[in-house]
């Protein structure tokens, strides 16, 4: 373990975030990280309990409890605290592929569930794990490592997110070679334009991209597979097919008024912004996306989107921003029929409505409120939202709670751009029945859980394709599982080692 008696020494430190009014003058990522000798006191108030729950990823009362990867976390917190990063490194990579993109975007399952929080802070794995990995390419470990022997044998993964890089990864180290096909301009999915940049900045996707290429991984970008190319054309030249393609059908808000110009998708909204900035060396030019600038915006959902949402609308100037949850606030503390390890349902207050409350001075979210009508003005341009309360009510026949309207409690606020971040249905059709695999009740393909394989022969699904909407982290376990047991359908065996 670190120091016995470290957690009882050492407080807690993290990554320090600019200030909400300074970071808004910019698209990059906003928080410094810890110097090496803090991150080392930092390593050594990890405790390695007995049952690290912090390292567990399962499942209890439906939310996750410790990282899904099962990342070894005491071991290489122990190991940074004794100044051995270079281990640290090859501790870490054992379960993720991508730590890069976790230590950046995962809400830390593992602090969540860390023993410390008992009754007190939980160590600073996430600090730690950012850490690790950007030593690890200060220093080269983490530079290309070519196979020297190949299979023969040919796998083509349909979409770059993070189960297909993952899924890519994990049958490239094996042998086989490996084509990722990628329908946008270039690599990335999710991590690419569905992430804002002030939260995951491109070139950090790149950097580990061109080492992939460089350990022999080819990618094809600008082809949508279904579309571009024919799922047939893809059978005939591949052993296996592997279908990453995301939980892409963003769910629709069916509203009187829903037609008028200025309401978009937040996945629309989020690549046009990413979009232009790397068009024009991380500036933006009006009339390449869509802008927020000196606008009533009006964001529809809450979660990371919605949130993604308030803090790119912050940046591009505007006006006012409003956020609409349906369900009520979360308790500021854990209840008590949310113990310790579950998932604290807690209210968060996230960095985009940390901006809001810094310039307009109130937080931007209504609660248990949702839009019963969209209103246009002449030129066909939303210019209203009428707006309604909700209350929770238990539907007799099914015992279900359902938010419920409020009679009366209507009323009118201003917008000029409306964002729907109401989460996403399931896969894309055209690419479903291109291939013809089965979907499921919620449109996600219906590849078996464990086995990943599809109802059609050598093809298999990963990621929130398969899953649903999720995690990176969820995604990434997912495409290296999917591996594995395309790995065995290949070879008849497999000596991946994916915890």
């Given amino acids: ?50 049952v690290p729950f912090c390292q567990a990823g399962q499942m209890i009362m439906g939310m996750a409890s410790g990282c899904p990867l099962h990342n070894l976390v005491p071991e290489w917190n122990d190991l940074i605290y004794h100044g051995n990063w270079e281990e640290a490194y090859y501790r870490l990579k054992k379960t993720n592929n991508f730590p890069e993109f976790t230590s950046r975007v995962c809400p830390a ?50 979409g770059s997110g993070p189960a297909g890089l ?30 804002p940049n002030m939260k995951l900045e491109k070139q950090i996707i790149d950097r580990k991209v061109s080492i992939m290429e460089a350990e022999g991984i080819s990618f094809v970008t600008g082809c949508n597979v279904g579309k571009d190319k024919k799922a047939a054309e893809i059978l005939k030249e591949y052993d296996r097919v592997l279908l990453c393609c995301g939980a892409s059908n963003p769910r629709d808000i069916k509203a009187p008024g829903r037609e008028a110009n200025g309401i978009h998708f937040a996945v629309d909204f989020l690549k046009s912004t990413t979009k232009a900035l790397w068009a024009n060396q991380l500036k933006l030019k009006e009339g390449e996306y869509i802008s927020a600038k000196e606008k009533n915006v009006l964001v529809i959902g809450g979660g990371d989107t919605g949130n993604d949402c308030v803090g790119t609308s912050m940046r591009h100037g505007a006006k006012s921003v409003l956020q609409l949850e349906m369900l009520p606030k979360a308790p500021d503390e854990r209840a008590f029929d949310n113990p310790w390890p579950e998932w604290p349902k807690v209210c968060k207050t996230d960095y985009g409505q940390q901006e809001a409350i810094a310039v307009f001075g109130k937080d931007p979210r209504v609660y248990q409120t949702t839009v019963k009508e969209f209103q246009k003005d002449k030129a066909g341009n939303v210019c209203k939202a009428v707006l309604v309360k909700l209350e929770p009510k238990k539907e007799e026949k099914t015992g279900r709670v359902v938010m419920t309207e ?16 109401a989460g996403f249905l399931g896969s894309e059709s055209y690419v479903t029945k291109a291939f013809g695999v089965e979907v499921d009740g919620r449109t996600n393909v219906a590849a078996s859980q464990g086995t990943y394989g599809t109802n059609v022969q050598n093809v298999f699904a990963a990621g929130d394709m398969h ?29 991946m080692n994916i915890q």
């Fill in 109 to 158: 399952l593992c602090e969540a569930a860390c023993t410390c929080t008992l009754n007190g802070d939980a160590v600073s794995t996430k600090a730690n794990e950012y850490g690790i990995i950007e030593n690890a390419y200060e220093k080269g470990y983490a530079g290309a490592r070519p196979v020297k022997v190949r299979t023969g044998k040919k796998v083509a993964v349909i």
């Fill in 467 to 495: 899953r649903g909407q999720s995690l990176v982290v969820w995604a990434i376990r997912e495409g290296r599982e999917a591996a594995q047991e395309i790995d065995i359908s290949l070879m008849g065996y497999t000596n």
């Fill in 406 to 421: 409020i009679a009366g409690s209507e009323y009118t606020v201003d917008v000029d751009l409306v964002l729907i971040a």
């Fill in 166 to 195: 993952a899924a890519a990864d994990m049958l490239n180290r094996r042998g086989h070679s490996i084509t990722v096909f990628e329908r946008e301009d270039r690599v990335g999915g999710l991590l690419r334009y569905g992430i």
């Fill in 1 to 50: 373990m670190g120091k016995a008696t470290g957690f009882m020494e050492y407080d807690r430190q993290d990554k320090v975030a600019e200030a909400p009014k300074e970071r808004l003058k910019h698209y990059h990522e906003f928080h410094t990280p810890l110097s090496k000798e803090e991150q080392e006191r930092q390593g050594a108030r990890c405790m390695s309990c007995g």
